[in-house]
């Protein structure tokens, strides 16, 4: 027979960790992902749930993640984790102070075409496309990607719908089979939010989220920033853009330059 306070120690080093455990079961259940049945539009969520691989249901509470249109007609994501979403993609006109951005003056005003290795939510693809830039953006999460296709196509500028364009695919495969080569190819891996507007902040968790369930995790962000480079800096015909927090080093030593924002930097790599 144990003494009974060895039998209390055993207890209450066990409690801690099926708690954890238990936590982490309701985690996993929490980060499921589904299209929500919306009458009136029953096929069309059929279809876009099929296409995604989801499972649809018919209440709101059954997922984590849910899937559906909003009043307005735009394709919404919300999370439960998340407070305040849902969120979508709306693809609008963006500042354009020539000489006051420093995306643009990274990118170059005088260039032709941009391949975006990282489109998430597709904001810096579309302030670069609205100055009559052609940009490829190259999103591989598929319920990502739907979002921003979604916005793309509820948008009635003209400037967007010719200069922007959407594949889905892992980047670095894309790069390889790029049958035209691009100007510029930009890199934004992701990283924490640690500053800006609490819509920003709540895209960018959900995003994360996204990238994090195992349903989509063929390739984790960040995994192989190094050779993404490399691939890029071999197809680039100008230079290759990579984005990253001040306080960041750079993914690969010696860029050959660097723009600064605020928040954040471009570092600059001249093609291989």
Avoid at 37 to 45: C, D, F, L, T
Avoid at 102 to 114: N, Q
Avoid at 219 to 225: G, I, L, M, Y
Avoid at 231 to 242: D, E, F, H, L, W
Wanted: charged share 20%; proline share 6%; glycine share 4%.
């Amino acid at each position: 027979m144990y003494p009974r306070n060895s039998l209390l120690l055993v207890v209450w080093l066990i409690i801690p960790i099926l708690f954890s455990t238990g936590l982490a079961f309701l985690s996993t259940i929490m980060l499921d992902i589904a299209v929500l049945s919306q009458q009136g539009r029953e096929k069309e969520m059929h279809d876009l749930a099929d296409s995604l691989g989801l499972e649809i249901v018919a209440k709101s509470s059954e997922s984590g993640f849910l899937i559906q249109y909003d009043p307005e007609n735009r394709l919404t994501i919300h999370a439960k984790s998340v407070p305040g979403s849902p969120v979508y993609v709306e693809i609008a006109e963006l500042n354009k102070a020539r000489g006051k951005d420093p995306l643009m003056k990274a990118i170059g005003y005088k260039t032709r075409s941009v391949f975006d290795t990282t489109a998430g939510w597709a904001s810096d693809a579309m302030h670069i496309a609205g100055h009559n830039i052609m940009v490829t953006a190259c999103e591989r999460n598929p319920v990502i990607f739907a979002l921003i296709r979604d916005g793309l196509k509820r948008c009635a500028d003209a400037k967007f719908s010719n200069n922007l364009s959407l594949i889905c695919a892992d980047s670095a495969a894309a790069l390889l089979e790029i049958e035209s080569q691009p100007d510029v190819v930009y890199f934004d891996p992701m990283y924490p939010a640690k500053t800006g507007s609490a819509a920003a902040k709540k895209k960018l968790q959900i995003l994360q989220e996204l990238y994090r369930l195992n349903r989509y995790s063929h390739e984790q962000p960040n995994q192989d920033e190094v050779r993404l480079l490399e691939i890029a800096r071999s197809v680039a015909s100008k230079r290759v853009v990579v984005k990253r927090p001040h306080h960041a080093p750079a993914i690969s030593p010696n860029p050959s330059g660097a723009v600064s924002a605020k928040l954040v930097r471009f570092d600059l790599y001249s093609p291989l």
